[in-house]
């Protein structure tokens, strides 16, 4: 019988199914780094910050001197968006993934239930047209402000990309334009939940040494297995699991 391993972090604990034409196995690990296979310990918190400030600090020195307001209105835009995608990044994987969550926070919730239920996001058609027209409507109006309103303009920017960005890996065409990118999420929803914490860029988990270890690839039986609509465990609209 040719099996498949494929299997979801819920919290600390690992739902492993392997698969077959006609069998599914869930079983129920408790020690994730069984499979999270790390050659070394990624960078802390403070490390990381310390990198990403060192990173942004060019930028701003940049954006308060130079004399051309465009360019320095489009470094303050750049500046605000890397930083967003630097939160994106700690926020899921020092908050979301922390080793000890605080599992009655709602935020926290609502991710284990994605990674239960993949295909379930609740951020919908209308919550991204909504953030994309408020976005261009700031975006417009930032060039007449103030540097920090500029900069988070393009932290807004960069939280309304990721959205997108976030339902697009979530989808079997989005390997045509963001290969690397979804191989990364795939990981990150599949044998390595402790790695690739990145949405709109692999660059932090590329820096803080939180990619997936290689040699590694994404099987088509895994592929074929998240891509469907449903899921062992699935969670219904109320957010609940089905009895």
Same mark, same amino acid.
């Given at each position: 019988?040719?099996?498949?391993?494929?299997?979801?972090?819920?919290?600390?604990?690992?739902?492993?199914?392997?698969?077959?034409?006609?069998?599914?196995?869930?079983?129920?690990?408790?020690?994730?780094?069984?499979?999270?296979?790390?050659?070394?310990?990624?960078?802390?918190?403070?490390?990381?910050?310390? *990198?990403?400030?060192?990173?942004?600090?060019? =930028? #701003?020195?940049?954006?308060? =001197?130079?004399?051309?307001?465009?360019?320095?209105?489009?470094?303050?835009?750049?500046?605000? #968006?890397?930083?967003?995608?630097?939160?994106?990044? /700690?926020?899921?994987?020092?908050?979301?993934?922390?080793?000890?969550?605080?599992?009655?926070?709602?935020?926290?919730?609502?991710?284990?239930?994605?990674?239960?239920?993949?295909?379930?996001?609740?951020?919908?058609?209308?919550?991204?047209?909504?953030?994309?027209?408020?976005?261009?409507?700031?975006?417009?109006?930032?060039?007449?402000?103030?540097?920090?309103? *500029?900069?988070?303009?393009?932290?807004?920017?960069?939280?309304?990309?990721?959205?997108?960005?976030?339902?697009?890996?979530?989808?079997? #065409?989005?390997?045509?334009?963001?290969?690397?990118?979804?191989? /990364?999420? =795939?990981?990150?929803?599949?044998?390595?939940?402790?790695?690739?914490?990145?949405?709109?860029?692999?660059?932090?988990?590329?820096?803080?040494?939180?990619?997936?270890?290689?040699?590694?690839?994404?099987?088509?039986?895994?592929?074929?297995?998240?891509?469907?609509?449903?899921?062992?465990?699935?969670?219904?609209? /109320?957010?609940?699991?089905?009895?």
């Amino acid at each position: 019988m040719d099996l498949d391993a494929l299997n979801f972090s819920i919290g600390k604990n690992l739902v492993l199914h392997l698969i077959s034409d006609n069998l599914t196995i869930k079983i129920t690990m408790k020690n994730t780094s069984l499979l999270s296979e790390k050659k070394h310990q990624p960078l802390g918190l403070l490390p990381c910050l310390l *990198v990403f400030m060192t990173l942004t600090l060019p =930028l #701003w020195i940049a954006g308060s =001197l130079l004399s051309d307001t465009f360019a320095s209105w489009l470094i303050w835009i750049i500046s605000g #968006w890397l930083s967003w995608t630097f939160t994106e990044y /700690s926020v899921h994987r020092f908050y979301m993934h922390h080793p000890q969550p605080n599992t009655e926070k709602k935020l926290y919730q609502s991710h284990m239930n994605h990674h239960r239920n993949p295909s379930h996001i609740k951020i919908t058609l209308w919550h991204r047209l909504g953030m994309l027209i408020s976005g261009l409507i700031l975006l417009y109006f930032s060039f007449f402000l103030p540097p920090i309103i *500029v900069i988070f303009t393009g932290f807004f920017i960069g939280f309304i990309g990721y959205t997108l960005m976030h339902w697009m890996l979530h989808q079997s #065409w989005a390997s045509r334009l963001f290969p690397r990118l979804q191989e /990364s999420h =795939l990981h990150h929803h599949g044998r390595y939940p402790d790695n690739c914490f990145g949405f709109s860029l692999i660059l932090w988990d590329h820096l803080f040494g939180t990619l997936a270890p290689k040699p590694t690839s994404i099987s088509p039986k895994f592929r074929e297995f998240y891509f469907k609509k449903t899921y062992p465990g699935k969670v219904n609209k /109320s957010g609940k699991e089905p009895s």
